[in-house]
Protein backbone atom coordinates (compact mmCIF):
# COMPACT_ATOMS: atom_id res chain seq x y z
CA UNK A 1 0.00 0.00 0.00
CA UNK A 2 1.30 3.33 -0.79
CA UNK A 3 1.09 6.76 0.68
CA UNK A 4 -1.58 9.28 -0.85
CA UNK A 5 0.53 12.16 -0.27
CA UNK A 6 4.15 12.57 -0.93
CA UNK A 7 7.06 15.20 -1.02
CA UNK A 8 8.11 16.53 -4.38
CA UNK A 9 9.46 19.83 -5.87
CA UNK A 10 8.26 22.77 -8.09
CA UNK A 11 10.05 25.31 -9.27
CA UNK A 12 8.53 28.99 -10.41
CA UNK A 13 11.25 29.62 -12.67
CA UNK A 14 12.70 32.44 -10.59
CA UNK A 15 15.80 30.63 -9.54
CA UNK A 16 13.90 28.84 -7.03
CA UNK A 17 12.97 25.19 -6.30
CA UNK A 18 9.91 24.46 -3.03
CA UNK A 19 9.77 21.02 -1.55
CA UNK A 20 5.46 20.96 -1.37
CA UNK A 21 3.21 18.08 -0.65
CA UNK A 22 1.05 16.69 -3.97
CA UNK A 23 -1.31 13.58 -4.11
CA UNK A 24 0.93 10.26 -5.31
CA UNK A 25 -0.14 10.03 -8.73
CA UNK A 26 -1.97 7.43 -10.52
CA UNK A 27 -0.80 4.78 -12.74
CA UNK A 28 -3.16 5.27 -16.34
CA UNK A 29 -3.39 2.51 -18.67
CA UNK A 30 -0.26 1.18 -19.72
CA UNK A 31 1.66 3.04 -17.25
CA UNK A 32 3.44 2.12 -13.80
CA UNK A 33 3.79 3.75 -10.49
CA UNK A 34 7.84 3.52 -9.39
CA UNK A 35 8.70 4.85 -5.96
CA UNK A 36 12.07 7.02 -6.64
CA UNK A 37 15.47 5.62 -4.51
CA UNK A 38 17.65 8.20 -6.73
CA UNK A 39 16.86 11.51 -8.87
CA UNK A 40 19.70 13.12 -10.66
CA UNK A 41 19.99 17.30 -11.33
CA UNK A 42 21.01 17.78 -15.08
CA UNK A 43 22.51 20.88 -16.48
CA UNK A 44 18.80 21.49 -18.86
CA UNK A 45 17.11 21.77 -15.32
CA UNK A 46 18.36 25.16 -14.74
CA UNK A 47 16.32 26.03 -18.02
CA UNK A 48 12.95 25.17 -16.03
CA UNK A 49 15.17 26.64 -12.61
CA UNK A 50 15.67 29.92 -14.47
CA UNK A 51 12.41 29.87 -16.33
CA UNK A 52 13.14 29.38 -19.96
CA UNK A 53 12.62 25.34 -19.86
CA UNK A 54 13.93 24.19 -23.20
CA UNK A 55 11.35 21.28 -23.17
CA UNK A 56 8.12 20.97 -22.18
CA UNK A 57 4.62 22.89 -21.30
CA UNK A 58 6.10 24.82 -18.69
CA UNK A 59 7.45 26.72 -21.03
CA UNK A 60 3.81 27.79 -22.38
CA UNK A 61 3.24 28.50 -19.06
CA UNK A 62 1.07 25.81 -18.25
CA UNK A 63 0.89 24.24 -14.79
CA UNK A 64 4.49 23.32 -13.38
CA UNK A 65 5.76 19.72 -13.40
CA UNK A 66 7.72 18.21 -11.32
CA UNK A 67 11.03 18.65 -12.83
CA UNK A 68 13.74 15.31 -12.75
CA UNK A 69 14.22 13.86 -16.01
CA UNK A 70 17.26 11.27 -14.17
CA UNK A 71 15.40 8.65 -12.10
CA UNK A 72 15.13 5.35 -10.97
CA UNK A 73 13.26 3.40 -8.16
CA UNK A 74 11.05 0.63 -7.67
CA UNK A 75 7.79 -0.07 -9.50
CA UNK A 76 5.25 -0.22 -7.09
CA UNK A 77 1.87 -0.71 -8.79
CA UNK A 78 0.75 -1.35 -12.17
CA UNK A 79 -1.92 0.49 -14.27
CA UNK A 80 -4.28 -1.41 -16.30
CA UNK A 81 -3.00 -3.98 -19.25
CA UNK A 82 0.69 -3.56 -18.09
CA UNK A 83 2.47 -6.52 -18.99
CA UNK A 84 6.37 -6.95 -19.42
CA UNK A 85 7.09 -5.39 -15.99
CA UNK A 86 5.92 -6.39 -12.19
CA UNK A 87 5.93 -4.83 -9.01
CA UNK A 88 8.75 -4.85 -7.37
CA UNK A 89 10.92 -4.66 -10.26
CA UNK A 90 14.20 -1.97 -10.39
CA UNK A 91 13.63 0.60 -12.88
CA UNK A 92 15.24 3.70 -14.30
CA UNK A 93 12.79 6.11 -16.41
CA UNK A 94 13.50 6.87 -20.13
CA UNK A 95 12.99 10.15 -20.56
CA UNK A 96 11.11 10.16 -24.21
CA UNK A 97 7.18 9.40 -24.07
CA UNK A 98 6.94 9.20 -27.70
CA UNK A 99 4.97 6.56 -30.12
CA UNK A 100 6.43 3.37 -30.28
CA UNK A 101 4.52 2.64 -33.56
CA UNK A 102 5.64 5.25 -35.51
CA UNK A 103 8.76 4.14 -37.46
CA UNK A 104 11.10 5.99 -35.68
CA UNK A 105 9.49 4.68 -32.57
CA UNK A 106 9.94 1.18 -33.52
CA UNK A 107 13.99 1.64 -34.17
CA UNK A 108 13.49 3.37 -30.29
CA UNK A 109 14.02 6.84 -31.09
CA UNK A 110 10.72 7.69 -29.59
CA UNK A 111 12.30 11.45 -28.59
CA UNK A 112 12.26 12.03 -33.08
CA UNK A 113 8.43 11.07 -32.97
CA UNK A 114 5.75 13.59 -33.76
CA UNK A 115 4.54 15.11 -30.65
CA UNK A 116 7.10 13.44 -28.08
CA UNK A 117 6.92 14.12 -24.34
CA UNK A 118 9.74 14.68 -21.99
CA UNK A 119 9.49 12.69 -18.88
CA UNK A 120 10.32 15.78 -15.90
CA UNK A 121 9.56 18.73 -18.23
CA UNK A 122 6.15 17.75 -20.38
CA UNK A 123 5.26 15.48 -17.78
CA UNK A 124 5.91 14.92 -14.02
CA UNK A 125 9.42 13.78 -13.47
CA UNK A 126 11.73 11.56 -10.85
CA UNK A 127 12.00 14.71 -8.29
CA UNK A 128 9.27 13.60 -5.97
CA UNK A 129 9.03 10.07 -3.71
CA UNK A 130 7.05 8.69 -6.49
CA UNK A 131 6.90 8.88 -10.65
CA UNK A 132 4.79 7.37 -13.13
CA UNK A 133 6.31 6.22 -16.49
CA UNK A 134 4.77 4.49 -19.31
CA UNK A 135 5.51 0.47 -19.06
CA UNK A 136 7.80 0.77 -22.17
CA UNK A 137 9.81 3.45 -20.50
CA UNK A 138 10.64 1.53 -17.45
CA UNK A 139 14.54 0.49 -18.32
CA UNK A 140 15.09 -2.90 -16.21
CA UNK A 141 18.08 -2.08 -13.80
CA UNK A 142 20.02 -5.03 -13.09
CA UNK A 143 20.41 -6.29 -9.66
CA UNK A 144 24.18 -5.37 -9.49
CA UNK A 145 23.47 -1.80 -10.54
CA UNK A 146 22.69 1.05 -7.79
CA UNK A 147 19.95 3.06 -8.19
CA UNK A 148 22.30 6.42 -8.31
CA UNK A 149 24.09 4.39 -11.07
CA UNK A 150 20.78 3.75 -13.38
CA UNK A 151 19.42 7.66 -12.71
CA UNK A 152 23.02 8.62 -14.03
CA UNK A 153 23.01 5.55 -16.70
CA UNK A 154 19.46 7.25 -18.47
CA UNK A 155 21.22 10.47 -19.38
CA UNK A 156 25.34 11.37 -20.44
CA UNK A 157 25.98 7.75 -20.09
CA UNK A 158 23.20 6.79 -22.71
CA UNK A 159 24.07 9.68 -24.74
CA UNK A 160 27.78 9.00 -24.83
CA UNK A 161 27.35 4.99 -25.04
CA UNK A 162 25.25 6.16 -28.42
CA UNK A 163 27.23 8.42 -29.50
CA UNK A 164 30.83 7.04 -29.41
CA UNK A 165 28.75 3.54 -31.04
CA UNK A 166 28.20 5.47 -33.63
CA UNK A 167 30.81 7.41 -34.14
CA UNK A 168 32.86 4.05 -33.99
CA UNK A 169 35.19 5.11 -31.17
CA UNK A 170 37.75 2.40 -30.44
CA UNK A 171 41.72 1.04 -30.14
CA UNK A 172 43.61 3.03 -31.75
CA UNK A 173 41.38 6.24 -31.44
CA UNK A 174 42.71 9.58 -30.29
CA UNK A 175 39.41 11.00 -28.59
CA UNK A 176 39.39 14.33 -27.52
CA UNK A 177 36.83 15.27 -25.12
CA UNK A 178 35.63 19.07 -24.95
CA UNK A 179 33.83 20.77 -21.59
CA UNK A 180 34.20 18.34 -18.57
CA UNK A 181 31.18 18.98 -16.90
CA UNK A 182 28.97 15.73 -16.24
CA UNK A 183 28.65 14.65 -19.98
CA UNK A 184 32.39 15.01 -20.91
CA UNK A 185 33.20 13.41 -17.77
CA UNK A 186 30.82 9.93 -19.34
CA UNK A 187 32.30 10.90 -22.47
CA UNK A 188 35.97 10.36 -20.78
CA UNK A 189 34.58 6.91 -19.15
CA UNK A 190 32.88 5.62 -22.04
CA UNK A 191 35.87 6.43 -24.60
CA UNK A 192 38.58 4.53 -21.99
CA UNK A 193 36.08 1.99 -21.58
CA UNK A 194 36.26 1.59 -25.87
CA UNK A 195 40.28 1.18 -25.59
CA UNK A 196 40.97 5.04 -26.99
CA UNK A 197 43.44 7.69 -25.92
CA UNK A 198 41.87 10.17 -24.24
CA UNK A 199 42.38 13.91 -23.94
CA UNK A 200 40.34 16.03 -22.28
CA UNK A 201 40.02 19.96 -22.56
CA UNK A 202 38.56 22.66 -20.05
CA UNK A 203 38.90 25.93 -18.57
CA UNK A 204 38.94 24.71 -14.70
CA UNK A 205 42.01 22.71 -13.61
CA UNK A 206 39.27 21.23 -10.75
CA UNK A 207 37.28 19.87 -14.04
CA UNK A 208 40.73 18.86 -15.80
CA UNK A 209 42.24 17.01 -12.61
CA UNK A 210 38.75 15.13 -11.72
CA UNK A 211 39.16 14.28 -15.93
CA UNK A 212 42.43 12.35 -15.12
CA UNK A 213 41.22 10.41 -12.35
CA UNK A 214 38.01 9.48 -14.86
CA UNK A 215 41.25 8.11 -16.98
CA UNK A 216 42.22 10.40 -19.45
CA UNK A 217 45.54 10.58 -20.53
CA UNK A 218 46.16 14.13 -21.43
CA UNK A 219 44.76 17.53 -20.55
CA UNK A 220 44.52 20.92 -22.43
CA UNK A 221 43.73 23.92 -20.29
CA UNK A 222 41.84 26.36 -23.04
CA UNK A 223 42.03 28.95 -20.74
CA UNK A 224 46.06 28.68 -20.73
CA UNK A 225 46.38 27.65 -24.53
CA UNK A 226 44.25 27.42 -27.75
CA UNK A 227 42.46 24.17 -27.83
CA UNK A 228 43.70 23.20 -31.24
CA UNK A 229 47.02 24.05 -30.46
CA UNK A 230 47.36 22.34 -27.25
CA UNK A 231 45.53 18.97 -28.80
CA UNK A 232 47.69 19.01 -32.66
CA UNK A 233 50.77 19.05 -29.66
CA UNK A 234 49.08 16.08 -28.00
CA UNK A 235 48.45 14.31 -31.25
CA UNK A 236 51.92 15.34 -32.94
CA UNK A 237 50.38 17.65 -35.16
CA UNK A 238 47.76 15.20 -36.72
CA UNK A 239 44.80 16.21 -34.95
CA UNK A 240 42.06 13.82 -33.04
CA UNK A 241 40.49 11.15 -34.69
CA UNK A 242 37.37 11.95 -32.68
CA UNK A 243 36.49 15.18 -31.22
CA UNK A 244 33.20 14.83 -28.81
CA UNK A 245 32.17 18.83 -28.00
CA UNK A 246 30.33 18.98 -24.81
CA UNK A 247 30.60 22.48 -24.07
CA UNK A 248 27.85 24.00 -26.13
CA UNK A 249 30.13 26.89 -26.81
CA UNK A 250 30.10 27.92 -30.35
CA UNK A 251 33.88 28.67 -30.35
CA UNK A 252 34.69 25.19 -29.15
CA UNK A 253 31.91 23.49 -31.54
CA UNK A 254 34.39 25.83 -34.47
CA UNK A 255 37.54 24.07 -32.42
CA UNK A 256 36.75 20.83 -32.42
CA UNK A 257 36.26 20.69 -36.48
CA UNK A 258 39.89 22.56 -36.54
CA UNK A 259 41.27 20.29 -33.93
CA UNK A 260 40.00 17.32 -35.74
CA UNK A 261 42.42 15.17 -38.22
CA UNK A 262 41.78 14.31 -41.55
CA UNK A 263 39.03 11.47 -42.31
CA UNK A 264 38.09 12.51 -38.29
CA UNK A 265 34.62 12.11 -36.58
CA UNK A 266 33.02 14.76 -34.48
CA UNK A 267 30.06 15.09 -32.41
CA UNK A 268 28.57 18.08 -31.54
CA UNK A 269 26.34 16.88 -27.74
CA UNK A 270 26.49 20.41 -25.91
CA UNK A 271 23.45 22.56 -27.46
CA UNK A 272 23.74 25.68 -29.08
CA UNK A 273 21.93 28.02 -31.50
CA UNK A 274 24.77 28.61 -34.33
CA UNK A 275 28.58 28.05 -35.07
CA UNK A 276 30.75 29.08 -37.74
CA UNK A 277 31.68 25.55 -40.10
CA UNK A 278 33.97 26.35 -43.16
CA UNK A 279 31.94 23.51 -45.13
CA UNK A 280 34.96 23.29 -47.82
CA UNK A 281 37.91 24.08 -45.08
CA UNK A 282 36.13 21.68 -42.09
CA UNK A 283 34.26 18.97 -43.98
CA UNK A 284 34.84 18.78 -47.70
CA UNK A 285 38.43 19.17 -47.91
CA UNK A 286 39.16 17.25 -44.45
CA UNK A 287 36.77 14.18 -45.41
CA UNK A 288 35.03 15.11 -41.76
CA UNK A 289 32.01 13.03 -40.48
CA UNK A 290 30.15 15.74 -37.92
CA UNK A 291 27.16 14.17 -36.01
CA UNK A 292 24.74 15.22 -33.55
CA UNK A 293 24.52 13.35 -30.25
CA UNK A 294 21.35 13.01 -28.17
CA UNK A 295 20.21 10.80 -25.70
CA UNK A 296 19.97 6.70 -26.95
CA UNK A 297 17.32 4.97 -29.04
CA UNK A 298 15.03 2.78 -26.07
CA UNK A 299 16.44 -0.70 -27.61
CA UNK A 300 19.89 0.21 -27.31
CA UNK A 301 19.55 -0.41 -22.91
CA UNK A 302 20.27 -4.07 -22.63
CA UNK A 303 23.49 -3.15 -25.18
CA UNK A 304 24.25 0.20 -22.69
CA UNK A 305 23.95 -1.71 -19.43
CA UNK A 306 25.71 -5.02 -20.47
CA UNK A 307 28.92 -2.61 -21.49
CA UNK A 308 28.89 -0.53 -18.33
CA UNK A 309 28.92 -3.74 -16.39
CA UNK A 310 31.46 -5.99 -18.18
CA UNK A 311 33.83 -3.31 -18.22
CA UNK A 312 33.14 -2.23 -14.82
CA UNK A 313 32.74 1.62 -15.44
CA UNK A 314 32.62 3.37 -12.15
CA UNK A 315 29.50 5.79 -13.15
CA UNK A 316 29.54 6.74 -9.21
CA UNK A 317 32.43 8.60 -9.77
CA UNK A 318 30.09 11.08 -11.62
CA UNK A 319 28.43 12.11 -8.90
CA UNK A 320 29.86 14.74 -6.28
CA UNK A 321 26.97 15.58 -4.07
CA UNK A 322 23.81 13.70 -2.87
CA UNK A 323 21.24 15.41 -1.26
CA UNK A 324 17.71 14.51 0.50
CA UNK A 325 14.75 15.57 -1.77
CA UNK A 326 14.33 18.37 1.40
CA UNK A 327 16.96 19.91 0.85
CA UNK A 328 16.51 20.70 -3.08
CA UNK A 329 16.85 24.59 -2.45
CA UNK A 330 20.57 24.16 -1.33
CA UNK A 331 20.98 21.09 -4.07
CA UNK A 332 19.98 22.90 -7.27
CA UNK A 333 21.06 26.66 -6.18
CA UNK A 334 24.78 24.26 -5.41
CA UNK A 335 23.99 23.10 -8.76
CA UNK A 336 23.63 26.70 -10.17
CA UNK A 337 26.41 27.99 -9.34
CA UNK A 338 28.48 24.69 -10.41
CA UNK A 339 29.90 24.11 -6.79
CA UNK A 340 28.72 20.14 -7.76
CA UNK A 341 29.44 17.94 -10.72
CA UNK A 342 26.79 15.60 -10.90
CA UNK A 343 24.37 15.90 -7.87
CA UNK A 344 21.78 13.23 -7.10
CA UNK A 345 18.89 13.07 -4.84
CA UNK A 346 18.81 10.08 -2.90
CA UNK A 347 16.32 8.27 -0.60
ZN1 LIG B 1 19.69 15.32 -18.31
Given amino acids: MTAT ?52 AVRTGDDRRVPGHEAAGVVVALGEGVTGVAVGDRVAGYLAIGDERHPLGQRGYLMLTPGWRCFGFDVDGGDAEYFTIPAHNALPLPEAMSFEAGAVLTDMVGTQYATQRTLGVGPGDVVAVVGMGPMGSAAVLIAKARGARVIAVDVLDTRLEH ?137
Avoid at 8 to 15: F, K, P, Q
Avoid at 19 to 28: L, N, W
Avoid at 293 to 303: K, V
Fill in 5 to 56: TMRAVLMSGDGTADVVDRPVPTPGPGEVLVQTRASAICRSDMTIYHGNPVLG
Fill in 211 to 347: ARSLGADAVVDSSQEDMVAGIARETGGAGADVVIECSGNPRAQRGALDAAAKLGRVAYVGESQSAEINPSEHLIHKQLTLIGGWYFPRTLWDEIVAFVVEHDIPIEKLISHRFPLEDAAEAFAAFDRRETEKAVFIW
